[in-house]
């Protein structure tokens, strides 16, 4: 990433963290790098590309936050350290998080996300065929779930359950269950009729 534009989407992160989302705009941004609304344009176009900038800057630091993956760590270790890894995310950045969820993956950086889970998910023995719509899923619990929680609309929660990590841990375990589920072959007596009669 070009260091001007590394300069403006971090001061652009750090105003929105401080004052939120509404707060954010291309004047807001330019008075914290020393630059016009104008000047800002041929690093990071107008706003709403300001905005998809913010959401490859926070794909970014998820990847950074997660490292490198020993090639010796278990994947169900590798998964639930990306789970902890967004939640962390989310909790150092409540106002802007919800863009990973509400807004496409544009930036060069914004398939990080779902590129870990494929890998993941691949390394688990999924089927090739399951690995996309696994992604899918899980990328959509961990993003919601995580939003649900710095937005205060996750239904049910409490703050001591959002304090704690207890919960949150207990859901990625049955996500690594799912996921085991899925890899493991079915037998004969647990596939469905149709497809033992296909196979005789």
Request: with cysteine.
């Amino acid at each position: 990433m070009d260091d001007k534009r590394r300069q403006i989407l971090d001061q652009a992160l750090a105003l929105v963290d401080e004052r939120g989302l509404a707060a954010m705009s291309m004047r807001a941004v330019a008075e914290r790098v020393g630059l016009t609304s104008m000047a800002l344009y041929p690093y990071v176009g107008g706003k709403d590309a300001l905005l998809d900038g913010l959401v490859d800057l926070l794909h970014l630091e998820l990847g950074t936050n997660v490292g490198e993956n020993p090639a010796d760590l278990d994947w169900r270790h590798r998964l639930c350290a990306l789970g902890r890894a967004v939640r962390s995310l989310a909790r150092a950045h409540p106002s802007a998080f919800p863009l990973l969820l509400n807004r496409s993956a544009a930036g060069p950086s914004a398939s990080w996300l779902a590129a870990a889970l494929q890998g993941i998910l691949a390394d688990a023995g999924v089927p090739a065929s399951e690995v996309p719509r696994q992604a899918r899923l899980i990328c959509a619990f961990l993003l919601g779930y995580t939003t649900g929680e710095v937005t205060g609309g996750l239904p049910g929660s409490s703050p001591e359950m959002i304090e704690g990590a207890a919960e949150f841990d207990a859901d990625l375990e049955d996500l690594v269950g799912m996921v085991e589920n899925s890899a493991a072959p079915r037998t004969s007596a647990e596939q469905p009729d149709d497809v033992r009669r296909a196979g005789g």
